[in-house]
């Protein structure tokens, strides 16, 4: 019999050692002295996004002015960072733009994937998924006449007949962390002539993805969380080429218009992925994405994906070595394989109990009623996050330290 032998912290400070990505972290701007697992909801910023944003305000725009949407190519932003976030989610350079926010472009594509389905009239979605991906969805299906059929996770392959017109699905949930197989899914959707839209907001940065690999026919994905773009960043939105010139997104705007310049009284859509811009991009924000995503270069993917793997592994190990009896309980699934970059623990004073993990500086998120959520970024966590993270929450529930006023009081709204 193998005996496992606990951790020490001295383990994971080896582990950083040898972390092939440890210089990465260098690349972000980061407080001292905090630990910052929250980069599922906003990413850390890259160091040097501040300086390419000087230049954009001081140079490009107060002095180049108007000359500058073609001087400084501003213009092509959106199709150029689309490129770059192609190659972080298995699509080509073609099928991926910049635009609006994952909401709007879900709306455009669930509207546009529904045109394209005539004859069938469901929608099917999942139960627990992040809300803005129902109400849209729940919007598109009013307006369309279509049925929105929510469905548990793991109902979802059963719930797949000749009627469903659209498959829409997160690929990492929100709260739970739990991860679909993206193929296996897609390929079942197509086997009963469904197409599938595909929300990476959750896993897009953080994980190696074969959208194209998959034979995804859709997706849309944030910018401000795995892939450091800053709040409110501009989302993406991937169409497969075999889609691109059969879409009609219903949000037909002028820059999506195959001859903007023209200003033209009809509107006849872009030949290319172009067709699924509405407005003039939100260019501060399209530019702050495009320098955040330099610190994806030289990056392995498949290395990032192993030390992800490693950092939740061993957060739920220390779990379950510190935490026993202190009524914590795991929600994420324990099997690597179907969970994405982060951990949820499940505890009745999940909200106090954050609060003062935030006092000591450890950045985690409450999601209710009763998850304590931590997002690793490989990037820029390092191992021994890992180990003074769980320390500090053993410390915390074992004198019931969140049992304090100021944590109990209700302040915050993320
Ligand atoms: C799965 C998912 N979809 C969409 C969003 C957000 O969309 P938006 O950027 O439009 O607010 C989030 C998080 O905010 C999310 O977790
Ligand atoms: N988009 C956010 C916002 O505007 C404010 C606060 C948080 C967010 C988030 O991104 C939440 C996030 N999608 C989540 O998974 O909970």
New binding site residues.
């Given amino acids: 019999m193998t005996l496992s032998v606990p951790l020490t912290r001295e383990h994971f400070e080896r582990l950083d050692r040898d972390d092939p990505l440890s210089a990465c972290r260098a690349r972000f701007d980061l407080p001292e002295g905090e630990i910052y697992l929250d980069g599922n909801?906003l990413g850390a910023m890259p160091a040097h996004v501040p300086a390419r944003i000087e230049k954009v305000l001081k140079e490009e725009w107060a002095h180049g002015l108007i000359r500058s949407w073609n001087d400084a190519d501003w213009y092509p932003a959106p199709q150029r960072t689309g490129a770059k976030i192609a190659k972080l989610i298995g699509a080509q350079a073609h099928e991926v733009i910049v635009a609006d926010?994952?909401?709007?472009n879900?709306f455009k594509v669930l509207v546009a994937a529904t045109r394209m389905q005539p004859g069938r009239k469901v929608i099917l979605a999942e139960k627990g998924?992040?809300p803005?991906?129902v109400y849209i969805a729940a919007g598109v299906a009013e307006l369309t006449g279509c049925e929105l059929r929510c469905v548990e996770p793991d109902e979802v392959l059963d719930a797949l007949n000749d009627s469903v017109a659209i498959l829409s699905l997160?690929q990492v949930n929100?709260k739970s962390g739990r991860r679909y197989d993206m193929a296996a899914i897609t390929a079942r959707a197509h086997e009963v002539g469904a197409l599938v839209v595909w929300?990476l907001?959750?896993s897009a940065g953080a994980m190696p993805i074969e959208l194209n690999g998959a034979n995804a026919d859709f997706a849309?994905g944030?910018g401000?969380?795995y892939l450091n773009g800053g709040p409110?960043a501009p989302?993406f939105v991937f169409v497969a080429e075999r889609h691109i010139a059969h879409v009609r997104q219903p949000l037909t705007g002028w820059h999506g218009h195959a001859k903007p310049f023209d200003f033209t009284h009809e509107y006849a859509p872009h030949p290319t992925i172009d067709r699924m811009l509405v407005g003039t991009a939100p260019q501060l924000g399209v530019l702050a994405l495009e320098a955040a995503l330099e610190v994806f270069e030289g990056v392995d993917m498949q290395v990032l994906r192993k030390k992800s793997v490693a950092l939740c592994d061993l957060f739920i190990q220390l779990c379950d070595e510190q935490l026993l009896g202190l009524g914590v309980e795991l929600r994420t699934p324990r099997d690597a394989e179907q969970r994405g970059s982060q951990v949820s623990l499940a505890h009745a004073e999940a909200y106090p109990v954050m609060q003062a993990l935030i006092a000591r500086g450890v950045v985690g998120d409450f999601r209710a009623p009763d998850i304590l959520r931590f997002g690793f970024t490989p990037l820029y966590t390092r191992y021994v996050d890992v180990w003074d993270s769980v320390e500090a929450l053993r410390e915390i529930l074992h004198s019931a330290e969140w049992n304090r006023p100021e944590f109990i009081a209700r302040k915050s709204v993320t």
């Fill in positions: 909801s926010s994952t909401s709007i879900l998924n992040f803005t991906d997160t929100f929300d907001c959750h849309v944030c401000y969380k409110g989302a």
